[in-house]
């Protein structure tokens, strides 16, 4: 079982969508949660970290489900420049990495 | 404030050639990663070092080397390159070391597309 699991999407959406995000993880004990977002061939970039009571930053808000053990990350109002992949992560001993959501916001 | 430079951006070898991507962060930070990228693979750990003088192995070290020189730069050798080492290259680095948990986050060098032929 891969460590963390993510849809790859594509999800395609129109603007002014609201998209979810699901991610979930195996191990029980890990400590610290992520969302980070990748533009094409770019790096990484941190969009928002994940806490346990759930957090919010303008659009996006972040949710921890520790009994089910998955993030979300919640995308209001969806515009064009949100289109990207999305990658989830979380910290224990090791950061691991989902393989990426891809989301495609069309006019 | 440059962050996590990484080189070269773009590099073709040939089968059996070496090389070694070259990593510096200028943010004082003591742990440093280096991480392969294939479609569909997500960001997978090659090494990383938790501090400088330490290095561990991350998911997927054979074939690679590696070298904290110093707290600000962290090498990834490749000695025999084959063509499954054909990737995107990331190096990033964090305040705090892997063990400590907290919410430290990942800063990532722009990345090195490198083809082995």
């Known amino acids: 079982r891969k460590e963390v699991e993510q849809d790859p999407g594509p999800f395609n959406v129109p603007e002014g969508a609201t998209v979810a995000f699901n991610c979930t993880y195996s191990?029980?004990?890990?400590?610290?949660f992520f969302w980070y977002r990748q533009d094409c061939r770019k790096e990484p970039k941190l969009l928002m970290s994940v806490y346990s009571s759930g957090n919010e930053d303008g659009r996006f808000t972040a949710q921890l489900n520790r009994a089910s053990q998955y993030i979300s990350l919640l995308i209001r109002d969806s515009k064009l420049s949100d289109s990207a992949t999305y990658l989830c992560s979380f910290n224990f001993n090791k950061f691991y990495f989902g393989s990426g959501t891809k989301l495609n916001v069309k006019p | 404030n440059a962050g996590v430079t990484q080189t070269p951006k773009f590099q073709v070898l040939k089968t059996g050639q070496s090389m070694t991507l070259q990593c510096a962060q200028d943010m004082n930070h003591n742990s440093m990663y280096w991480y392969r990228q294939d479609p569909g693979m997500g960001l997978r750990l090659i090494y990383y070092?938790?501090?400088?003088?330490?290095?561990d192995k991350g998911e997927v070290p054979n074939g690679y080397n590696v070298s904290r020189l110093n707290k600000r730069e962290f090498s990834l050798r490749l000695e025999s390159a084959a063509p499954s080492q054909t990737s995107v290259y990331f190096c990033?680095?964090?305040?705090?070391?892997?063990?400590?948990?907290?919410?430290?986050?990942?800063?990532f060098g722009s990345g090195t597309q490198l083809s082995v032929l």
């Open positions: 191990n029980s004990a890990s400590q610290s």
């Open positions: 990033a680095s964090s305040a705090a070391g892997h063990l400590e948990g907290g919410s430290e986050k990942l800063f």
């Open positions: 070092s938790a501090s400088e003088g330490t290095t």
